[in-house]
């Protein structure tokens, strides 16, 4: 399994895997539309290309070359402190592909982002409704710290 970067050429599979993974969370009830997800994708590169390394998109490629999940993160400071603080913003795996190394992989590389960049600490939430003792086991097993929980209103 290789963690890399995203470039502009892997947009169209980027697309499709983040199409698969939406549609196993609780956000499958939510549209699906490929041409913002192009879009905002395109601007995600854009920036880390461009020096402005404020966000990242790591990409976990299977030894056959087909992705197998991803990561989109950032790196910004809270309004009380400028000490820069990393977050997990978008991070799956596709099912077949778990147990593979990848999830760790790209947990690891991101937080080798991080701290390049001067990080004090990675924040990552579970709000997909997907797996969530799996994942938070995970999370804990690779150093992670329960700091609260998510919560979602749905509106009418």
């Not at 895997?17 to 994708?41: I, W």
């Not at 579970?126 to 509106?155: C, H, M, P, W």
Request: charged content about 20%; hydrophobic content about 40%; aromatic content about 8%.
């Amino acid at each position: 399994m290789n963690i890399r970067f995203a470039t502009a050429e892997d947009i169209d599979a980027c697309i499709a895997l983040g199409r698969r993974l939406q549609q196993l969370t609780r956000f499958a009830r939510y549209p699906y539309e490929p041409d913002r997800v192009r879009q905002q994708l395109g601007r995600l590169i854009d920036i880390g290309q461009h020096g402005r390394h404020s966000h990242c998109l790591l990409l976990a490629e299977a030894n056959d070359g087909q992705l197998a999940g991803g990561l989109i993160g950032c790196i910004e400071s809270h309004l009380f402190s400028t000490l820069p603080v990393a977050s997990v913003i978008v991070y799956g795996v596709l099912p077949e592909r778990r147990m593979s190394g990848g999830g760790l992989r790209l947990m690891k590389a991101f937080a080798a982002w991080a701290r390049q960049r001067g990080a004090v600490e990675v924040n990552a939430g579970i709000n997909s409704a997907l797996d969530i003792g799996r994942s938070e086991r995970f999370l804990q097993k690779i150093g992670f710290v329960r700091t609260g929980g998510n919560y979602a209103l749905v509106l009418p």
